[in-house]
């Protein structure tokens, strides 16, 4: 087995993974609660993109010496990535080509089975505008940094899935 498929059916792979998007997460709890940025209904969105890129990540970590479960956790991996990034692309579009016709609602649209946004309000209530810019670094707003995030998880994603889920022996 070589270095890569032996490094992408560890657990530390794993852990790697759940470790940046639990910092992701405690950066958005950061930003919200210590810097009193308020969150918009596409910010509470992409941080359940990373909550399901983590979710994918215990599910590695739990099974990585099962095929099986290696690859519903790349399966979750990829979806969240990807969602996370459609909608990061969509929060800079709203930022930077402003328009009363395109903006984002008050409040989350959850399934009435799941209102996260009732259950836990300090984590999934969104309080700000999707057309503010809140935060800014080296010149690279938020939603341009989750770009940023999302498409690195892709990357990761397009490099460690075939080791990921090919046989081990």
Same mark, same amino acid.
């Given at each position: 087995?070589?270095?890569?498929?032996?490094?992408?059916?560890?657990?530390l792979?794993?852990?790697?993974?759940?470790?940046?998007?639990?910092?992701?997460?405690?950066?958005?709890?950061?930003?919200?609660?210590?810097?009193?940025?308020?969150?918009?209904?596409?910010?509470?969105?992409?941080?359940?993109?990373?909550?399901?890129?983590?979710?994918?990540?215990?599910?590695?970590?739990?099974?990585?010496?099962?095929?099986?479960?290696?690859?519903?956790?790349?399966?979750?991996?990829?979806?969240?990535?990807?969602?996370?990034?459609?909608?990061?692309?969509?929060?800079?579009?709203?930022?930077?080509?402003?328009?009363?016709?395109?903006t984002?609602?008050?409040?989350?649209?959850?399934? *009435?089975?799941?209102?996260?946004?009732?259950?836990?309000?300090?984590?999934?209530?969104?309080?700000?505008?999707? *057309?503010d810019?809140?935060?800014?670094?080296?010149?690279?707003?938020?939603?341009?940094?989750?770009?940023?995030?999302? *498409?690195?998880?892709?990357?990761?994603?397009?490099?460690?899935?075939?080791?990921?889920?090919?046989?081990?022996?």
């Open positions: 087995m070589n270095p890569v498929t032996r490094f992408a059916q560890s657990r792979a794993w852990l790697i993974l759940a470790g940046t998007a639990l910092g992701l997460e405690l950066c958005a709890l950061f930003f919200q609660h210590v810097m009193k940025l308020d969150p918009c209904v596409m910010c509470i969105y992409q941080r359940l993109a990373i909550f399901g890129i983590l979710g994918a990540a215990l599910i590695g970590i739990v099974g990585y010496k099962n095929r099986f479960l290696r690859f519903i956790a790349v399966l979750g991996w990829g979806i969240s990535a990807a969602w996370g990034l459609k909608l990061a692309l969509e929060l800079v579009d709203m930022q930077t080509n402003p328009s009363p016709f395109s984002c609602s008050f409040l989350p649209e959850f399934p *009435s089975w799941m209102p996260l946004h009732e259950w836990l309000p300090s984590v999934f209530m969104p309080s700000g505008m999707c *057309s810019i809140p935060w800014q670094m080296m010149g690279v707003t938020m939603g341009q940094w989750m770009i940023v995030a999302f *498409s690195t998880y892709l990357l990761a994603l397009a490099i460690f899935m075939i080791p990921a889920l090919s046989k081990t022996r």
